[in-house]
């Protein structure tokens, strides 16, 4: 039963992921005609945390390099 819920849930959570990535990808992209190289790099990691915040999802991710 849960298993169809899931099923059911996941096609809207990534069809909005999939449309929230690819106007990030335009900004980015625009961004980077300009070499905003600052402000490319802080909005791709603003929107590697995002994607996880919007599927509600908690990710730690522990190491030295993090």
Known sequence: MNSKIYSILSVPVFGILYCYTAIGV?????LSW???KKLVR??????A?????LMGIKLTVKGEEN
């Open 34 to 36: 300009f070499k905003a």
């Open 49 to 53: 945390k995002s994607v996880f915040n």
């Open 26 to 30: 335009l900004i980015v992209i625009f």
């Open 42 to 47: 802080f909005l791709s990691m603003k929107w």
